[in-house]
């Protein structure tokens, strides 16, 4: 179902007029396709998504939700189509798709609450400026969810086979029409806010795997000259190692302080640049690092290369308490960086 809804709507509309914002929670690779065939409409990706991707992604839309307000109030427009016809901007409409979206509020904390604060006010303001949510779940029920009250303002429900208990809580409470479905692919939709008149049964369209390859294809191949006017999309992969390259290290190293030295610790798991740390002359800017002897040689040849670029003066003096046959030494590390390693002096400790 959300392949149908995410593949049609690309290939109905260009990137100028419609952006994807896909987050899988499902602890799959449900939406790794669009960033393998290079959709251009999908701007963010996540693959097995962290909480704090989601938030950073929300905090994003938000960030857009108001610059939006501000351009249509400055436009004296309400609507996205008077917006278009009076500015003459080709203000895309974007949609936020979240597969398995509770996974967003399964702990009850400081993020689970940001994220609840987010989607409500995106839910609730968001679609005067074409701004779009799609979320997606298995069961509502549950003790973490978004609360009635935002759920309430999302009129269009479609409920596939599902249980007496969740028909309820996603269409309304008289209305259980969906626990009655029992073939593979038929749902109800209905977008009079889950009343019984607007119940719609429909089948799914099935989108075979080489169909969705083809289709997709023949849309990045259609709209490929929006790669060059779009910036990269962003993909994020929660199971995937962060890999150590010039490029990274390069983004890491971005700073407006050019007396900070700075050494790359890896990705960030949110929208931003690589984490960095950043030493300076203030008080206290002293490292402590807690790592399983196999993951120290990476960390601290990663961190000291990056120093090392940051200032070409830096002289670094390593003394290594460990014996040989424990863990591997720190010069192999930082040669694979492409440091000059006779700027670093190492000492076996005793």
Request: with cysteine.
């Amino acid at each position: 179902l959300l392949h149908s809804i995410i593949t049609s709507g690309a290939y109905h509309y260009r990137p100028d007029q419609l952006q994807f914002y896909l987050l899988d929670f499902k602890k799959g690779v449900e939406f790794k396709s669009y960033a393998d065939f290079g959709l251009p409409h999908a701007r963010v990706i996540g693959i097995e998504s962290e909480r704090e991707f989601g938030r950073s992604v929300l905090q994003r839309l938000d960030e857009e939700l108001q610059q939006r307000g501000e351009k249509f109030r400055a436009a004296g427009v309400q609507e996205l189509s008077e917006y278009r016809q009076t500015t003459g901007e080709a203000l895309p409409r974007i949609m936020l798709v979240v597969d398995e979206f509770q996974e967003l509020f399964v702990r009850d904390d400081r993020l689970a609450g940001d994220c609840t604060m987010l989607l409500d006010r995106l839910v609730r303001q968001g679609r005067s400026f074409g701004m779009h949510v799609v979320l997606s779940s298995q069961s509502l029920a549950g003790a973490y969810s978004l609360p009635r009250a935002t759920l309430g303002q999302m009129a269009v429900r479609i409920a596939m086979q599902c249980s007496e208990a969740d028909a309820a809580l996603i269409l309304s409470d008289d209305n259980t029409a969906a626990r009655l479905i029992s073939r593979p692919g038929e749902a109800i939709y209905n977008d009079a806010g889950g009343l019984v008149e607007g119940n719609q049964p429909f089948q799914v369209a099935w989108l075979s795997s080489n169909s969705h390859r083809e289709m997709l294809t023949s849309i990045a191949k259609r709209d490929d000259a929006y790669h060059q006017q779009l910036p990269p999309p962003v993909v994020f992969e929660g199971n995937r190692p962060c890999r150590w390259t010039p490029t990274l290290a390069d983004a890491g190293r971005q700073s407006e302080n050019q007396k900070m030295l700075r050494g790359l610790l890896g990705e960030s798991v949110e929208i931003g640049p690589p984490l960095a740390l950043e030493l300076g002359r203030d008080t206290g800017r002293n490292v402590l690092v807690i790592t399983p002897p196999e993951s120290r040689g990476p960390i601290m040849a990663s961190v000291v290369s990056g120093m090392a670029k940051s200032d070409p003066r830096l002289e670094v003096v390593y003394f290594d308490g460990t014996r040989v046959d424990d863990v591997a030494s720190l010069v192999p590390w930082l040669e694979e960086t492409g440091m000059t390693t006779k700027k670093v002096k190492v000492r076996d400790s005793e």
